[in-house]
């Protein structure tokens, strides 16, 4: 599971290039790579918390999610930031005013989404580093189920979830995709995807399989994965039968098996996964504008542009050990009482 949380992000990463840098596209599917995630936050978050409420606090929790996100997306924030204004100094009739930039990336601290629609950067809702929808989405799912939905018989969890799935159908319909949350126009088709990735997960953990050491199962899991975010041809049925259908058959199959042994390169994967995903795109809107500036590349830039792919993973690296642990230890020290 955390070599395939890593892989998901690189291939977020890589879908970013073809549809915000202009790359040519390599991961036509990278977008569903958000409803996996929300499968596995469910499955581990109920394997770690389900059976400590009533004991743990809501507010222990929250505090508890809080720390683990708002680090690195801050920093996301901070960073894309930092580009919008740059962007208003260079090209003030192609960027958001000063006001909205601000106000914006104020509520986007907090994983509060952008509340109107602005000239340059429309309704998305967390303008200065995109990928943020799904952390809110995220965190609101997180605590919906931890005041409430933690409580309820499996069954109704279940209902729970397929009422999210029937609203993720009926935006994929109209929408084409299961691209959906990242504005104000589809946010309510947001909802019902998070709410089914994440019941879902929590429903695999509840009726998980023995583990069995096995080097077999693993590299199909990641051959499964790879090959279904990669595929090249778009279609709403197709996106809806990964989400409802494959990615719930992976997750349970990454759940019954493990190498037997500690594997780097898991453990690499697994510590880059939220930083590249937190950080990567302010990095490409800077990379675009660079771009669009300097270069003769236009909107169509060259595939070798794929191999700044690798700094990236190196900066997140970085991150982890240099940023985002010690943060993490500090706030945790400061803000969690022991009990």
Request: proline residues 5%.
């Amino acid at each position: 599971m955390d070599a395939l949380r890593g892989i998901a992000a690189i291939a977020v990463v890589l879908y970013h290039f073809g549809s915000r840098l202009g790359a040519p596209v390599t991961v036509a599917h990278g977008y569903l790579a958000v409803d996996f995630f929300f499968m596995l936050s469910g499955f581990v978050l109920a394997h770690s918390y389900a059976e400590k409420f009533p004991r743990l606090t809501i507010t222990r929790f929250a505090l508890i999610r809080a720390i683990r996100l708002l680090p690195m997306s801050m920093l996301g924030v901070l960073l894309g930031t930092a580009y919008f204004l740059m962007r208003l100094k260079v090209q003030p009739a192609a960027s958001d005013s000063l006001a909205q930039i601000l106000g914006a990336s104020v509520l986007n601290l907090a994983l509060i989404p952008k509340l109107w629609s602005a000239g340059a950067t429309g309704g998305e809702i967390f303008p200065a580093d995109g990928v943020l929808w799904s952390l809110s989405f995220e965190f609101l799912v997180n605590l919906a189920w931890a005041a409430a939905l933690v409580r309820l018989k499996p069954r109704a969890q279940l209902v729970v979830a397929m009422v999210g799935a029937a609203v993720m159908a009926y935006y994929v319909t109209s929408i084409g995709n299961v691209n959906l949350g990242w504005n104000w126009g589809t946010y309510a088709g947001g909802v019902g995807r998070t709410a089914f990735g994440f019941l879902m997960g929590v429903m695999i953990w509840r009726y998980k399989p023995i583990v069995q050491v096995s080097l077999v199962r693993p590299i199909f899991a990641v051959v499964l994965l790879v090959l279904t975010l990669g595929f090249p041809f778009e279609a709403p049925l197709y996106d809806l039968l990964i989400v409802v259908l494959v990615f719930p058959a992976l997750i349970y199959l990454a759940a019954s098996a493990d190498f037997g042994v500690e594997n780097g390169i898991v453990k690499f994967l697994a510590d880059i996964s939220y930083p590249v995903y937190a950080v990567h795109l302010p990095i490409l809107m800077a990379m675009s504008g660079v771009l669009k500036r300097f270069t003769h590349y236009g909107s169509h830039p060259p595939a070798f542009l794929y191999i700044f792919a690798i700094p990236i993973i190196v900066i997140a690296w970085c991150l982890v050990h240099w940023y985002e642990l010690p943060a993490r230890r500090w706030l945790g020290q400061r803000l969690l009482k022991k009990g």
